[in-house]
């Protein structure tokens, strides 16, 4: 039987984030060049363009959803649906080609994601990686100990490798983030550098940090004075039994800290320039995580709400965790969505970062992103 055939037409789900949420949760088969294996946070997938949008989709050679001649399809128990959706892989960028003078190779200081975003963990490692502090789904040191990256990038290996990527790919903006440091500002004051090396070579990109609340809270006014666009405080949930569970060590930092670097930031980067993750699926209860969400919003915070997916390597999928049902994520999604239009308040408007770049939330189907 022919493809066309099989294909039954005008079957396409009227619920753009029903497929979004599907394609997130259970991938696709198509593999893709362009991937970001383990490291800091919760995601790791293969980088594509679905319907326009940057998004970040699991490799699952179960997957019912293929990729023909640039379009996805559901095939289940010999029955093909179209989905609607252009789908382009994200090719390898030039820069990755590249070596810094010491011998460094580009793709080893950042990675492309999405198709427009630098990515860089500033500082690979992070001092709550014992096995009984470190966040369960985040595999930040495996990278390091994979060989695929650099343990600490210098501010001058990131203007080097950010210049590259703006010029061979069309990069359009940075997003940095890093392992939490002994230092009582948790790796913050790092970044500062950071931002500033990378914008005297490339002057008005637009940079995210991302940090956990720092002790002196000036370090905030500093990232902003250094030139950063957008900043992420990233919580990942609001929980705290989920907090304590999922998170031991960075759980530990108390709420009211992260309030107050929110509040600062805002003060300081503006309204809906400051953003925070939100995992979906670490068993929170959806309405109080719905609740939390329009908590941030009102203050003035994009809450990036992100499905949970236990990656390999993580002491979440040693221990047998899974990822949450699409009936979840697509309420919370669908809630958050709602709340955040309400507001008015979409992540393109963050220019940099998570928010802006979208692909690994299901926002990006709601308009919201
Ligand atoms: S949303 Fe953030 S982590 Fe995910 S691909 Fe985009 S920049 Fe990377």
Redesign the pocket.
């Known amino acids: 039987m022919t493809l066309a055939a099989e294909i039954e037409p005008g079957s396409s789900s009227d619920d753009p984030l029903h497929d979004r949420v599907q394609l997130a949760l259970r991938g696709i088969r198509t593999d893709v060049p362009v991937r970001?294996g383990a490291g800091a946070?919760p995601?790791d997938?293969g980088?594509v363009v679905l319907g326009g949008a940057?998004a970040?989709l699991p490799h699952n050679p179960d997957s019912p959803y293929v990729v023909r001649d640039g379009k996805v399809y559901e095939e289940r128990g010999g029955t093909v649906r179209a989905l609607g959706l252009s789908l382009t892989p994200v090719r390898r960028p030039r820069f990755y080609d590249l070596t810094t003078a010491d011998g460094i190779p580009y793709h080893q200081i950042a990675?492309l994601?999405?198709k427009d975003?630098l990515?860089t963990t500033v500082v690979q490692t992070c001092i709550r990686y014992a096995e009984d502090q470190r966040c369960r789904f985040c595999t930040i040191e495996e990278s390091l100990r994979a060989g695929s990256t650099v343990a600490a990038k210098t501010p001058a290996q990131l203007a080097e490798v950010a210049e590259a990527a703006v010029r061979l790919d069309g990069v359009t903006q940075m997003?940095m983030?890093t392992g939490t440091t002994t230092g009582p500002d948790r790796g913050a004051r790092n970044l500062v550098r950071c931002v500033r090396a990378v914008l005297e070579k490339v002057p008005g990109l637009p940079i995210?940090v991302q940090i956990e609340p720092p002790g002196d809270l000036s370090v905030i006014d500093d990232l902003h004075a250094g030139g950063a666009t957008a900043i992420g405080i990233h919580v990942e949930s609001l929980d705290e039994d989920a907090r304590r569970r999922w998170m031991p060590g960075k759980g530990s930092v108390p709420m009211p800290e992260y309030e107050a670097a929110w509040d600062r930031a805002v003060a300081v980067f503006g309204r809906n320039r400051v953003s925070t993750y939100l995992l979906i699926g670490l068993g929170e209860d959806p309405d109080e995580l719905v609740a939390g969400a329009a908590r941030l919003i009102e203050k003035g915070v994009y809450p990036?709400v992100?499905p949970f997916r236990p990656l390999p390597g993580s002491l979440a999928k040693r221990d047998g965790a899974t990822a949450p049902s699409p009936e979840l994520v697509h309420h919370v999604t669908a809630e958050v969505a709602r709340l955040l239009r309400a507001a008015g308040m979409t992540g393109a408007d963050q220019e940099a970062?998570?928010?802006?770049?979208?692909?690994?939330?299901a926002l990006s189907a709601t308009g919201a992103a």
């Open positions: 970001r946070g995601s997938d980088h940057n970040a990675l994601h999405g975003v990515a997003t983030t995210q990036f992100v970062g998570c928010a802006a770049c979208g692909a690994c939330s």
